[in-house]
């Protein structure tokens, strides 16, 4: 029983000499991160910028490119010329038939025009106009 726990206890410094290497051959690994540098580096970088729209600053927001996609269309309304919107407030919803997804605002602001509903839409076409306050 004593050489099993002897073999036992060899084998444990062993490895734990064996474990001391690794992370200092890690350490030495310019882009070797311990936990707590991940944990501190990962709160700075999910941190939110928010693009903002100076006061009188206009802003057209256009449809995107799908690539090889069915035409896209306005589909609904969210919002009315004049609105005050923040930032992520879903403004209106474009489709085909495939897919429906909605717009948020990327800035806070008013919106000044909206284009007309149910309009087909190609890629850059104008979906609205919002300005900074």
Request: glycine share 6%.
């Amino acid at each position: 029983m004593i050489k099993i726990i002897e073999a036992y206890l060899a084998k444990l410094f062993e490895y734990n000499k064996k474990s001391a290497q690794y992370m200092e051959d890690f350490k030495a690994n310019p882009h070797f991160r311990n936990t707590e540098e991940m944990e501190r580096a990962d709160s700075k970088s999910n941190a939110v910028i928010l693009p903002e729209l100076k006061a009188g600053e206009v802003n057209v927001c256009t449809s995107p490119d799908l690539g090889n996609q069915m035409p896209l269309v306005l589909e609904k309304w969210y919002v009315k010329v004049g609105a005050r919107v923040k930032s992520g407030d879903v403004l209106c919803a474009i489709g085909n038939e495939a897919v429906t997804m909605e717009c948020e605002s990327f800035y806070n602001g008013k919106i000044i025009w909206i284009c007309e509903h149910k309009k087909d839409l190609v890629p850059g076409d104008e979906l609205y106009k919002i300005e900074g306050i």
